[in-house]
């Protein structure tokens, strides 16, 4: 479909010579697209990444800065993470399967491969937690010994 080879358009607009481009999608300035290539809805590509050869980024992904993508597909709702380079395989979140070599690789950091975070995800959480249940005339809250901390060094600190 991306080659034109059939009946088969991508959703989207040809914003270049094979370069489809989904609604909704967002492309750095600095990131470069060769064709044939597809950015599905919702997907973001940030700065300085590379994508080319055949490739197609699905909808809801994320492609961290300065990453290069050759003959693959990034499958829905994948986060693919700083400065990696991906040819030839067929990525999900937290898995990577190479074609050339026939292996599946499980990736259990979140940082290099892993699932699209959405801000409106967290803040559905954030009401369930702390919103008032009107069915149960009760409130959720998260308990202080939960809460968020950072860890510093004590020289560092004054």
Avoid at 74 to 102: A, C, E, Y
Avoid at 114 to 140: C, E, P, Q, V, W
Wanted: glycine share 8%; proline share 4%; with cysteine.
């Amino acid at each position: 479909a991306l080659l034109g080879q059939n009946q088969i358009r991508p959703v989207g607009d040809e914003v270049a010579a094979g370069v489809w481009m989904a609604p909704g999608c967002r492309v750095d300035a600095s990131a470069g697209i060769l064709g044939p290539a597809y950015i599905g809805e919702k997907s973001r590509i940030n700065a300085f990444c590379k994508i080319a050869g055949a490739t197609t980024i699905e909808r809801d992904c994320e492609v961290d800065c300065g990453t290069h993508i050759d003959n693959s597909s990034v499958l829905p709702g994948t986060f693919l993470g700083m400065g990696l380079r991906v040819t030839n395989s067929i990525v999900s979140p937290g898995k990577l399967f190479h074609i050339d070599r026939n292996i599946e690789v499980t990736i259990p950091d979140n940082r290099l491969i892993g699932k699209t975070f959405h801000k409106n995800s967290l803040a559905r959480m954030a009401k369930s937690i702390f919103l008032k249940d009107h069915s149960r005339k009760s409130y959720y809250h998260q308990p202080a010994s939960r809460s968020c901390a950072s860890i510093t060094d004590r020289k560092s600190v004054v």
